[in-house]
């Protein structure tokens, strides 16, 4: 953007159209950047582990006592560990389910204090929704959590950068259930059927706007399905253990190559101008 303003100011561009096709290809940008995390286009974040026999399962918008107790016993039976994503008022207002994911030895990842996704987009309410679920859910368990997924994994550069000073590592997904917005198991199912080694699996163990929790309704077909392909869940920590850091996964190449043809669209269109 900055490039082509400087063209413009310098007469080697035209104004029109140059201007307008940078600024439509940095808020295209933008917009891409902020709904899929797993891009990594504001920051590093966790997205896929190495291939294997292992994925990592994470349940977002718990603890809830109608779907996290059929989730744990499912894992449980199965010998297997996920990573639930607390929304800090709901760790609150359920501290025993929340004691009770940790003594189970699943990871408890931070979720935000309210789950209000347009609080993240200034940089006082990214701080705020990251620090107060923080609080909250280390004075629950004594330790605070490591990993932070912002609400409905929207990310911002003030949510990268609360999290980075909060020395928290971003987690996204590689697979996206969508049982949050369909209330069908089998939908959920189906979609769960690409999985493969390496997988981190976005679910939720919290009622969604539809009224119902899908994946506390199939968890045990979840587990089995894993099974049967000779996969076995583990917590993300676990999952990315070789990583010390925020790491840029394989889909930080994805967000090169996403980038690279904005800038190729906006050179054609300069071009035919």
């Given amino acids: 953007g ?9 007469g080697t561009l035209p104004p029109w159209p140059a201007l307008p096709a940078a600024f439509a290809a940095i808020a295209a940008l933008s917009v891409l950047a902020a709904v899929q995390p797993g891009l990594c286009l504001f920051g590093p974040a966790l997205v896929r582990g190495p291939a294997g026999d292992r994925v990592a399962l994470t349940f977002d918008d718990g603890p809830d006592p109608d779907g996290t107790p059929a989730v744990l016993q499912a894992l449980d039976d199965a010998g ?52 107060e679920a923080q609080e909250a859910i280390g004075r629950i368990l004594g330790t605070a959590p490591t990993l932070y997924r912002p609400p409905i994994g929207l990310v911002s550069p003030f949510v990268v950068e609360a999290a980075e000073d909060a020395g928290l590592r971003l987690a996204a997904w590689s697979l996206r259930t969508l049982d949050g917005a369909a209330p069908d198991p089998r939908a959920l199912l189906r979609r769960l059927s690409r999985v493969r080694g390496g997988d981190v699996v976005l679910l939720h163990d919290g009622r969604g706007p ?10 045990v077909d979840v587990v ?19 990583e010390p850091g925020p790491t840029r996964s394989r889909a930080g190449l994805i967000g090169i190559v996403v980038r690279i043809a904005l800038l190729a669209l906006l050179l054609a269109g300069l071009v035919a101008g």
């Fill in 2 to 10: 900055l490039l082509v303003a400087a063209a413009v100011a310098l």
């Fill in 210 to 219: 539809h009224g119902r929790i899908p994946a506390a309704e199939a968890i």
């Fill in 80 to 131: 297997m560990h996920a990573t639930f994503f607390a929304v800090g008022e709901r760790a609150e207002e359920n501290p025993e389910l929340l004691r009770e994911i940790a003594a189970r030895g699943h990871q408890v990842g931070n979720h935000s204090m309210h789950h209000r996704w347009p609080a993240i987009l200034s940089p006082v309410g990214a701080r705020r929704e990251l620090g």
């Fill in 224 to 242: 089995r399905l894993l099974q049967d392909r000779g996969l076995r869940s583990v917590t993300m920590e676990q999952l990315f253990e070789d």
